[in-house]
């Protein structure tokens, strides 16, 4: 079933608009943007305050996520990259908090039909954890050829992902794919520089038993029922609960590039969140809490390149549009033989709670 899907997207792909310039570019343009991001943010962590840090800078309206004040710098940093940028070539960037609307073409005043490519950029994915020093944050970037409006994360060619780390380390991960041409990593000694090679190895394990599988359940709303589904899913894969003993283990990662992550190099076998289903579902679609949004998945290229499934929960790809307003739910399996044991189990409980 999964092979059918991404053999239709791909061919779709194909018919469309290539990236101007080779691979290699693209790779060294958003390696050079991480960077800069990546080196500002973690000196400004190391010299300001947790409170200063986690103070609101901007509310936002309707549904605009909350922006704190690490969030503000981030946006200049990639804002002045991008207008360095587009002196040489023009595309638009579609990230939250840099227009309205989520997009911004450079240089200014070009057009947007004619831009050459699609830039999605999430500076900072995981800032609850990062602003209190508790655990790594991620820079997200996916590129896409310019299809208009229709571009989605199918479209996406290359992408990169950095980590931003806490205080108290000294060494972060970088990991990028080029569609079809596979995934890779390295991790890096963050004062000197020096970089060693960083295996992405997903698990091979058929079973969740004595591993971590995530369904994601952070925030007020909608709690019971994704723990009902939870329960339900486990109970389903390794059977009931055994007194005295721990049969799975749950990772509430505040960071789906770090979910990702965990699933690329082999910690986590199954990592779902279905927030998006369950508000639609309880809430009719209104007054929808905090869920993933399209940048926030704009590096799954990446683990399906490193053997990963990602998909929507029905198991279909993940078609949606590049923009900072589509509220998304996604499944990722470590492997494809994990998939094809858990996935119709998943789509049955879904179904059964008619959220799919």
């Known amino acids: ?17 290539e990236l101007p310039g080779t ?3 693209f790779l060294a343009q958003l390696k050079a943007l991480h960077a800069r991001l990546q080196r500002a943010l973690v000196q400004h962590h190391r010299e300001t305050a947790i ?16 922006q704190y004040a690490i969030d503000v ?48 950029v999430d500076p900072i994915d995981g800032t609850r954890g990062l602003m209190y020093d508790k655990r790594s944050a991620w820079i997200l970037t996916g590129v896409a050829p310019n299809n208009g409006d229709g571009t989605n994360l199918q479209d996406i060619e290359v992408a990169l992902q950095t980590e931003i780390p806490t205080t108290k380390q000294d060494r972060y991960d970088v990991q990028w794919a080029v569609r079809e041409q596979g995934a890779a990593g390295e991790r890096r000694d963050l004062n000197s520089g020096e970089a060693t090679s960083l295996a992405l190895r997903p698990s ?23 723990a009902e589904i939870e329960d339900e899913l486990f109970t389903a894969i390794v059977g009931e609960a055994k007194p005295g003993k721990a049969q799975i283990y749950t990772d509430q990662y505040i960071s789906t590039g770090g979910q990702l992550n965990e699933l690329m190099v082999g910690h986590d076998r199954f990592i779902c ?19 993933v949004r399209p940048y926030d998945l704009c590096t799954e290229l990446i683990a399906r390149e490193a053997g990963c499934v990602v998909v929507h929960p029905d198991g279909s ?12 739910s996604w499944v ?16 049955e409980i879904l179904r059964h709670h008619r959220l799919i």
Request: aromatic share 8%.
């Open 73 to 120: 710098d981030a946006d200049r940093i990639l804002t002045e990259f991008c207008e360095e940028w587009g002196r040489e070539v023009p595309f638009v960037l579609v990230s939250e908090g840099i227009s309205d609307t989520g997009e911004r073409v450079f240089p200014v005043g070009a057009d947007s039909h004619t831009a050459r490519f699609r830039m999605i």
């Open 51 to 66: 409170e200063s840090m986690s103070a609101v800078a901007h509310e936002g309206e309707g549904e605009g996520d909350t």
């Open 23 to 25: 691979y290699h570019d």
């Open 204 to 226: 091979s394990s058929t079973t969740f038993l004595h591993g971590f599988a995530t369904v994601s359940n952070f925030f007020p709303g909608g709690k019971a029922l994704i």
């Open 273 to 291: 969140d279905i927030r998006s289903l369950v508000h639609a579902r309880l809430l009719g679609g209104r007054d929808v809490p905090l869920c």
């Open 1 to 17: 079933m999964f092979d059918k899907h991404r053999a239709i997207a791909d061919n779709v792909s194909m018919m469309k608009r």
């Open 317 to 328: 790809p993940l078609t949606d549009p590049l923009d900072t307003k589509t509220n998304m």
């Open 332 to 347: 990722g399996h470590a492997n494809c033989h994990l998939c094809a044991r858990v996935q119709p189990l998943f789509e």
